[in-house]
């Protein structure tokens, strides 16, 4: 059973930081790449931040220079640490595989709003 478990967004202003962690459990960690995915109001959940098992990173344009996104193996933990937040960073932000599985859970996610 895969459990995924996100925290650590808030309420913040443009210009500050949040940092983002993911616990899971389950298959979904080991030896599989993750990310973490942003669904904006009324809009389709994206990918935002991947990174492989070995630690090889990949970042969507609009967040690039400010996301960074690891992992902790041994933890079972993903993070994202986010700097210099824009209002069009709100969303709800979730972790999965990357890809996600076909029909794959999702856990409640951690709700980030930025304003301006």
């Known amino acids: 059973q895969v459990q995924l478990v996100e925290y650590g967004g808030g309420l913040v202003q443009a210009g500050e930081s949040l940092r983002l962690s993911c616990a899971a459990s389950?298959?979904?960690?080991?030896?599989?790449?993750m990310g973490w995915y942003r669904q904006a109001p009324g809009k389709q959940r994206e990918l935002v931040a991947g990174?492989?098992?070995?630690?090889?990173?990949n970042y969507a344009d609009s967040v690039k220079g400010r996301f960074t996104i690891s992992r902790d193996n041994a933890k079972r933990m993903v993070f994202l640490q986010m700097d210099s937040l824009k209002p069009g960073d709100t969303g709800v932000y979730y972790c999965?595989?990357?890809?996600?599985?076909?029909?794959?859970?999702w856990g409640q996610g951690t709700q980030v709003t930025v304003s301006s």
């Open positions: 999965n595989r990357d890809p996600p599985y076909r029909g794959a859970s």
């Open positions: 389950g298959n979904i960690f080991s030896f599989n790449a």
């Open positions: 990174i492989t098992s070995g630690g090889r990173s």
